[in-house]
Each structure stands twice: as structure tokens, then as C-alpha cells.
């Protein structure tokens, strides 16, 4: 099983980046997928979430409406595109795959905003 992130790096405030997450190893289209991050100092937090068929999203308060949760299911692929981003959405994003009793993370990528 195998989750890798990817799209995180530097960016300035108000800038846009689009994190992707590759996943093998299991059947991608039975998984409920997250995204979580983890801040300097604090816990990890949940950031958005989609379900397995239909796509529902659900979105933390602090990332609503700039931050937007999709999943290719033919490709194996979960995406975070995130808008407007802050100082406060600097941290290490780390992809999740859910199926109790099964649970899944990638190694994280890396978005800094600073500028």
C-alpha cells in the first residue's frame, strides 16, 4: 500500500497551490480519502474529506471556500486545490485512505506560506 503526496512548496499569501496524492495497493474507489495537516507545535487536524461514490465533501471551518477536496477514482488519484492561502495554512498535509478496519497515510508534503 502506498500513498504519495506531491504539489506542496512555497508559496505567498494569497497564492494557490494544487497537492496530489498517488495511491496503490488498494482498491482507491471503496476509500473514504482525506486530507489532514499538521502545524509547527500542534496537532494534526482534519482537513477535507470525500466519500467513496458519491464525492460528498466536508470541509474544516478554516478552509472553506478557498480550499476544494476531489478524487480521480480512475486514476488512483485524491487532490487538494487550495485557494487564498494564509500564514496559518502552513504545515505538513498528509493524505489518508479509510476503510475500517483499514487506515492508510502518505509521508506528507510540505506547504509553506510566506512571504
Known amino acids: 500500500v502506498q500513498l504519495v503526496e506531491s504539489g506542496g512548496g512555497l508559496v505567498q499569501p494569497g497564492g494557490s497551490l494544487r497537492l496530489s496524492c498517488a495511491a496503490s495497493?488498494?482498491?482507491?474507489?471503496?476509500?473514504?480519502m482525506r486530507w489532514y495537516r499538521q502545524a509547527p507545535g500542534k496537532e494534526r487536524e482534519l482537513v477535507a474529506a470525500?466519500?467513496?461514490?458519491?464525492?460528498?465533501?466536508t470541509y474544516a471551518d478554516s478552509v472553506k471556500g478557498r480550499f476544494t477536496i476531489s478524487r480521480d477514482n480512475a486514476q488512483n488519484t485524491l487532490y487538494l486545490q487550495m485557494n487564498g492561502l494564509e500564514l496559518e495554512d502552513t504545515a505538513v498535509y498528509y493524505c489518508n485512505a479509510r476503510r475500517l478496519p483499514y487506515v492508510y497515510w502518505g509521508q506528507g508534503t510540505q506547504v509553506t506560506v510566506s512571504s
Open positions: 470525500i466519500t467513496e461514490i458519491y464525492g460528498t465533501t
Open positions: 495497493g488498494f482498491t482507491f474507489s471503496s476509500y473514504l
